[in-house]
Nanobody
């Protein structure tokens, strides 16, 4: 029910920060918007499976992070802008990956860290961290 477009990726050095953004737009007028959806960030490095990074419930009241992201990454959402952010600090070379935004159409009370819970995906944005 939503289109997702990521932005903000790039090439940075280890220790730098990046803020990714995911803008959502409704596929059809009157359909359910992002404000009623849980949102997640996933990433996929070359030769590896896609993995969960961070998620936020539709209300914004709950967030959940992969161990690799805890203490360094922060997910947030601004529903009035239909946008979800991923602030990434203290980046490491192992954070290099394509980062995807995803929307969970169900109004779960908790974040689902499994890709199968998500119904719409963006095209991804490349993050490269050099050592």
């Amino acid at each position: 029910q939503v289109y997702l477009v990521e932005s903000g990726g790039g090439l940075v050095q280890a220790g730098d920060s990046l803020r990714l953004a995911c803008a959502a737009s409704q596929r059809t007028s009157g359909s359910v918007g992002m404000s009623n959806m849980g949102m997640g960030w996933f990433r996929q490095a070359p030769g590896k499976e896609r993995e969960f990074v961070a998620g936020i419930t539709w209300s914004g009241s709950s967030t959940y992070y992969a161990n690799s992201a805890k203490g360094r990454f922060t997910i947030s959402r601004v529903n009035s802008k239909s946008t979800v952010y991923l602030q990434m600090n203290s980046l490491k070379p192992e954070d290099t990956a394509v980062y995807y935004c995803a929307a969970d159409y169900s109004q779960r009370g908790t974040v689902c860290p499994i890709s199968g819970c998500y119904d719409s995906w963006g095209q991804g944005t490349q993050v490269t961290v050099s050592s």
